[in-house]
């Protein structure tokens, strides 16, 4: 599938009269934590591909596995427990990699493809990330996994940017090998494969930069400074901002900076993000993003007290699984009013955000900054909202697509990077972000009196759920 997204792509851009001949380098940002399994032989495929025929055409037989695990893939808690084991805990492990092991990081993936179906993995002569594989589809050969994205796997020590020895022992034999030596995310991998020059044009020396993932990718697409928050409103919910020292901790996750190799970022992922606000939408709002919008406009910041939760799968922040909701008296109810219910979501997911950011050391400060990116944010309401929570403005950037600016930007550094120019220089003619929502006056009086409480109520369904917290 994604293979062929990718010819779709560029037979489209052919089609609509793009100029790939002007193309001096690209790179490109894929999901985080999904992998790729290359079967024995495909990198021979690869270096020999026909410009007559499509890419799906000749990867067909290429790969071990034909289902690739995704970053939604939860099911390997067994083999979390046992790379923390491995490594003596959770915090360790989480100062190593910069993250306790989570189960839809790669390493635990790859464990358990390797103790469920040991055939296939030895098979398979090189695992890629999913930004690494669509990196070798332009390459024609096996492209490294980038620092920033390697960080998500649970197998790369953030501090020495080397895979840990222990955790991939932990994980797979041989694995090693068939992840081959990660790299600055800034490098210039290669030039594009002879196949892109002859069946579209490129330029035979176009440069391929690194891939990496795609909140890397936001957060330089963004051009995030030190003291903002990005906020991203895909699929998932994400929320990440730039850090010079790590502190890894037993919640949320510290990468290697996509843009900066000595400097960090951090980031923290909710599951129940836009699918959720799409399934509060159907059943309170008619299926309708401008329903939703009125019972936003209808309703009181606050929301006369009443607060909800709303998680139909497993959350990833906080670990709580279904729908909760309480009135203004902190009772448990069954239901709510629908424009309730619209702003009960929304201000919760929001204060949620708000919470564990301030749980990693995240302040508001007066001159912080929220930027806004992903689907959701093209609606204003929502924002207001965000605004509204955090006490900060919101700003957006003119596309949505921060993910795949980012990566035109880190194109356009990596023909730079070679000569040690900053990042944040080559970017600096960029469009600025415009302002999309101002706190309300009186909004923080309101949340500084509803957070604490809605920390509270996440703690209570917490020990309910797993018991008092120690
Ligand atoms: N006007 C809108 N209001 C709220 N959410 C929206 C709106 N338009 C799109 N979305 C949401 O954006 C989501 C897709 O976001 P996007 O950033 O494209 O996703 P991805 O995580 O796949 O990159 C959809 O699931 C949809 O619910
Ligand atoms: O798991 C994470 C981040 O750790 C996700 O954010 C994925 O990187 C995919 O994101 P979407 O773009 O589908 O929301």
């Known amino acids: ?183 600055p995310s800034c490098s210039v991998v290669g030039a594009v494969s002879s196949y892109y020059v002859q069946r579209y044009g490129f330029p035979p020396g176009c440069k391929v930069v690194a891939f990496t993932g795609d909140n890397p990718a936001s957060l330089a697409g963004m051009r995030l400074e030190e003291g903002d928050i990005a906020v991203s409103l895909g699929t998932s919910d994400t929320l990440f901002l730039w850090l010079q020292e790590p502190t890894p901790a037993l919640e949320g996750h510290i990468f290697c900076n996509p843009v900066d190799t000595q400097h960090y970022m951090a980031l923290l992922c909710f599951k129940n993000g836009s699918l959720m606000r799409e399934k509060i939408r159907d059943e309170s709002a008619s299926r309708s993003w401008s329903e939703f919008s009125k019972a936003l406009q209808s309703t009181e910041m606050g929301n006369g007290g009443n607060l909800g939760f709303y998680f139909d799968v497993m959350e990833i922040t906080p670990e709580i699984v279904g729908r909760h909701r309480f009135s203004a008296e902190n009772r448990e109810v069954s239901a709510f009013p629908w424009d309730v219910e619209i702003r009960a979501l929304i201000e919760g997911q929001f204060m949620a955000k708000r919470i564990h950011a301030e749980g990693l050391g995240y302040r508001v400060m007066p001159k912080t900054k929220i930027l806004a990116t992903g689907g959701a944010s093209h609606n204003r309401d929502i924002l207001q909202v965000l605004a509204d929570v955090f006490g900060a403005p919101v700003y957006v950037i003119d596309t949505a697509n921060s993910a795949c600016v980012g990566s035109a930007y880190r194109a356009f550094h990596g023909l730079a990077a070679e000569t040690d120019v900053p990042f944040s220089e080559v970017v600096k003619l960029a469009p600025n972000p415009r302002l999309a929502a101002t706190p309300t006056p009186g909004a923080s009086q309101v949340y500084e009196a509803l957070l604490p409480q809605y920390a509270k109520l996440e703690q209570r369904i917490l020990s309910q759920t797993r018991g008092p917290l120690q």
């Open 1 to 183: 599938m994604w293979v062929k997204a990718l010819d779709i792509i560029l037979e489209k851009m052919k089609t609509s009269g793009f100029d790939f001949s002007q193309v001096l380098a690209l790179s490109g940002a894929g999901q985080q934590h999904g992998s790729v399994y290359w079967k024995t032989g495909a990198s021979q495929v690869l270096t020999s591909l026909s410009p007559n025929l499509p890419l799906h055409e000749q990867l067909q037989a290429c790969f071990s596995i034909s289902d690739c695990p995704v970053w939604m893939d939860s099911s390997t808690t067994a083999q979390c427990r046992q790379l923390e084991a491995a490594v003596g805990g959770a915090q360790a492990l989480s100062c190593l990699t910069g993250s306790r092991a989570y189960e839809r990081f790669t390493g635990n993936q790859i464990a358990k493809i390797y103790q469920q179906n040991p055939e296939a993995y030895s098979h398979t002569e090189r695992i890629s990330l999913v930004s690494s594989f669509a990196a070798s589809l332009f390459l024609g050969s096996y492209s490294p996994i980038d620092y920033s994205d390697g960080s998500g796997m649970n197998l790369l020590q953030i501090q020495g940017k080397v895979w840990s020895q222990a955790c991939l022992g932990a994980c797979a034999p041989h694995l090693e090998e068939k992840l081959g030596s990660p790299v």
